[in-house]
């Protein structure tokens, strides 16, 4: 009995210790879930699998073969099964010449012949030897297969262009809430030496106020930040495919690159232009080859049932049926509505090149305005970065200055403020100059190479 309490014990604090390693296990792995740091190209990988519109797309490429093989399969040749039972309760008729039985010539006489019970059952089977049409459809769903494949790039594309920016913005927010931090920081310093002046009655209440009010606005700021923050996370989870309890942190660092050209590869929305064109000509060519014949062959073999169920003379009997064959069929006139057919596809040809020049110099356009947009923000980067530099150290004096009383506290103030708004520049050239590089990127057919 001591024995059996004993075991029973050392089972509960081997429960317990269950318990707890299993406690410890889940906060090490929700710690460890909340540090990881995901890069932009993970952001992608992770976009690649999850994203909806990719599934999606996935999803038509393979419905596009899926076509194409049932198109080839019009090829295959056709076997049917056909059976059928008829009961004549009464009889057919038909109409026997009186000549033939001796009577006068012009003279018939009805008759019902065969018997009450009638089966049949065949193999059919019949195969196209040549048909303009069938050809037609197999290169026409080969090429939407094409297309389908171009249009899964394009939201592939879409997909690390709507990424990339979402993770560049969040990134700059990280970056403004530090400097709001700093800031307010440096805000809540210059405060508590204004009411150590002011409780020695050398400043008045209004100077405590105004740097009062500029904190608030700053925690205000910091508020809104934070908001945008978490809002800009979520739109990137719901890119990436991930639920929005998953916790994620991204890297915040932002490294200031140089220019790069970037070679211009045929970009997506003219390999569209370009593929679409060769479905409307495969069309084309379809529609003129529907007025040539069409050749198959055919064939069925069976048996042909008869029965009687009446006495003196009843009787089954099967007797067998089997023939081949050729059919041709040409068409001869269908009230021009092939011609009308034909007439609208070359109109569709027509806007179908206009088209193409014409996204070909938007594309142009475009990259030239992100080309230059990308050059000036560059430089806009460095020259605000320098005025952040500038301002600070201004700041840093004024404050000084007003410690020794050679500065007022409005020139603090401005000075402040300039520091605020060479950083608001510099954090707006970068975001400007990142979705101009990302956006020359997707004009030049080099999105797919973001890391």
């Known amino acids: ?15 317990k210790s269950k318990q707890l390693f299993l406690i410890l296990l889940g906060i090490f792995l929700s710690l460890s879930t909340n540090a990881q740091t995901w890069t932009l190209q993970q952001c992608i990988d992770t976009a690649q699998v999850h994203n909806k519109n990719l599934q999606m797309s996935r999803n038509n490429m ?36 009186q000549s033939a039985f001796g009577g006068p010539e012009g003279m018939y006489k009805e008759v019902q012949m065969g018997v009450p ?10 195969m196209p030897l040549y048909n303009p049409q069938v050809y037609g459809a197999i290169e026409a769903t080969k090429i939407a297969s094409e297309l389908n494949s171009l249009q899964y790039k394009k939201t592939e594309e879409q997909v690390y262009f709507d990424v990339s920016n979402l993770y560049y913005n969040a990134k700059i927010l990280s970056h403004q809430k530090t400097f709001i931090d700093s800031n307010l920081v440096n805000t809540t310093k210059l405060l508590d030496n204004l009411k150590l002046l002011q409780s020695q009655q050398m400043i008045k209440k209004s100077d405590v106020s105004k740097v009062e009010l500029q904190k608030e606005q700053l925690i205000t700021q910091r508020e809104l930040v934070k908001n945008n923050i978490e809002q800009v996370m979520n739109a990137l989870k719901f890119s990436m495919g991930i639920p929005y309890s998953q916790i994620i942190q991204i890297e915040t660092e932002i490294v200031n690159k140089e220019l790069e050209t970037y070679s211009t590869i045929l970009p997506v929305d003219l390999e569209l232009v370009i593929t679409q064109n060769k479905l409307l000509s495969s069309e084309l060519s379809t529609l003129k080859a529907s007025r040539l014949p069409t050749v198959s062959i055919f064939g069925s073999y069976g048996q042909t049932g008869f029965g009687y169920d009446e006495k003196p003379n009843d009787f089954l009997n099967f007797y067998p049926t089997a023939f081949a064959g050729l059919q041709l069929s040409v068409p001869l006139f269908n009230g021009t509505v092939t011609q009308r057919k034909i007439n609208q596809k070359k109109l569709e040809i027509q806007n179908n090149q206009i088209q193409f020049d014409l996204v070909k110099e938007q594309n142009q356009m475009l990259i030239e305005n992100a080309t230059r947009l990308r050059k000036v923000n560059q430089q806009t980067i460095d020259n605000t970065q320098n005025q952040i530099d500038l301002a600070t150290t201004v700041y840093n004096e004024m404050v000084l ?28 050239a970068i975001i400007e100059f990142l979705k101009a590089d990302l956006e020359l990127k997707k004009l030049s057919g080099n999105i797919s190479s973001i890391k």
Do not use: C
Request: zero cysteines.
């Open 1 to 15: 009995m001591k024995d059996k309490k004993i075991w029973s014990h050392r089972l509960v604090s081997i429960h």
């Open 62 to 97: 393979n419905l596009a073969t899926e076509k194409h093989s049932e198109a080839k399969a019009n090829l295959i040749p056709k076997i049917s099964l056909n059976a059928d039972y008829k009961y004549f309760a009464e009889l057919p008729y038909q109409l026997m010449p």
């Open 117 to 126: 019970h009638n089966m049949a059952a065949n193999l059919q089977v019949a």
């Open 401 to 428: 200055q007003q410690k020794e009383g050679t500065a007022t506290l409005t020139d603090v103030l401005l000075a402040d403020n300039a520091v605020r708004e060479a950083q608001t520049s510099h954090l707006t």
